[in-house]
C-alpha cells in the first residue's frame, strides 16, 4: 500500500540532545513537508522540500535540520537549540501539480524531552 | 494576525445535528482550500477541497467558500460520533504550502 511511514511513533529525548525523525513515502511523490502540531495551534511550517536535494525553511525553522538525499526520505533533525522541542511532528507529501491539492500525512511523531 | 483564523471551538451537538465549522483567511493569493480531518494522536486525513468560491457536496458533508469575504464552511449533515475528531481547514496559493487554522475539536453525542 502506498503511504507516508513516520517513525519512531514515540520519542523522548534527554536536554541537549539532537534526534532525527524519520519520514518515508513509496507515493512518488515531489513535495515533502514537516509540520509541528501543539494543542491548540493547529499545523505550523517547519521545512519543506519540492524537489531532492533542496528545501527551504517554513515558519518555525530555527533549532530544526532536513535532508533531502532522495525523493523517499526527508528526515528532521530536532537539535538541542530547538528550546520547545515536546510537539507532535507530521510529515506530509504533495503532487506540486495544477489542479490537486491533496497533502497525504503521515501518522505523527510524538516528541517528549525528559 | 494569523493567515487562517479559525473558530477555537471545543463544539458538542447531539446526534443528527447539523454541524457548522467555519474559518476565514487573509491571504488573497490562496486558490484552494481544504478541510481535513484529524482523530485523536492521528495524522489528518483530506476530507474535502474546493477551488476558488462555490460549493461542493460529498455525501453527509459540504464546503463552502466565499472569497469576497474570505470564509470557509464546513457543513455535516445527520452528524454521527464517528465524526467526533479535530477539523482543520488549510488554504494555499501557488506556492504549494499548506496554512492552516487552528483547529475546532468536534465531539458528537449519541
Known amino acids: 500500500d502506498g503511504g507516508i511511514t513516520q517513525s519512531p511513533k514515540y520519542l523522548f529525548r534527554k536536554e541537549g540532545q539532537n534526534v532525527t525523525l524519520s519520514c518515508e513515502q513509496n507515493?512518488?511523490?515531489?513535495?515533502m513537508y514537516w509540520y509541528r502540531q501543539d494543542p491548540g495551534q493547529g499545523l505550523r511550517l517547519i521545512y519543506y522540500?519540492?524537489?531532492?536535494?533542496?528545501?527551504q525553511k517554513g515558519d518555525i525553522a530555527e533549532g530544526y535540520s532536513v535532508s533531502r538525499e532522495k525523493k523517499e526520505s526527508f528526515p528532521l533533525t530536532v537539535t538541542s537549540a530547538q528550546k520547545n522541542p515536546t510537539a507532535f511532528y507530521l510529515c506530509?507529501?504533495?503532487?506540486?501539480?495544477?489542479?490537486?491539492?491533496?497533502?497525504?500525512f503521515g501518522q505523527g511523531t510524538r516528541l517528549t524531552v525528559v | 494576525q494569523k493567515e487562517v483564523e479559525q473558530d477555537p471551538g471545543p463544539l458538542s451537538v447531539p446526534e443528527g445535528a447539523i454541524v457548522s465549522l467555519n474559518c476565514t483567511y487573509s491571504?488573497?493569493?490562496?486558490?484552494?482550500f481544504m478541510w481535513y480531518r484529524q482523530y485523536s494522536r492521528k495524522g489528518p486525513e483530506l476530507l474535502m477541497y474546493?477551488?476558488?468560491?462555490g460549493n461542493k457536496e460529498d455525501g453527509r458533508f459540504t464546503a463552502q467558500v466565499d472569497k469576497s469575504s474570505k470564509y470557509i464552511s464546513l457543513f455535516i449533515r445527520d452528524s454521527q460520533p464517528s465524526d467526533s475528531a479535530t477539523y482543520l481547514c488549510?488554504?494555499?496559493?501557488?506556492?504549494?504550502?499548506?496554512?492552516f487554522g487552528s483547529g475546532t475539536q468536534l465531539t458528537v453525542l449519541p
Open positions: 488549510a488554504g494555499t496559493g501557488s506556492a504549494r504550502q499548506l496554512t
Open positions: 507515493l512518488n511523490h515531489d513535495a
Open positions: 491571504n488573497s493569493a490562496f486558490q484552494y
Open positions: 474546493t477551488y476558488s468560491s
Open positions: 522540500s519540492q524537489i531532492v536535494n533542496d528545501f
Open positions: 506530509a507529501s504533495m503532487v506540486p501539480a495544477r489542479g490537486t491539492t491533496e497533502a497525504f
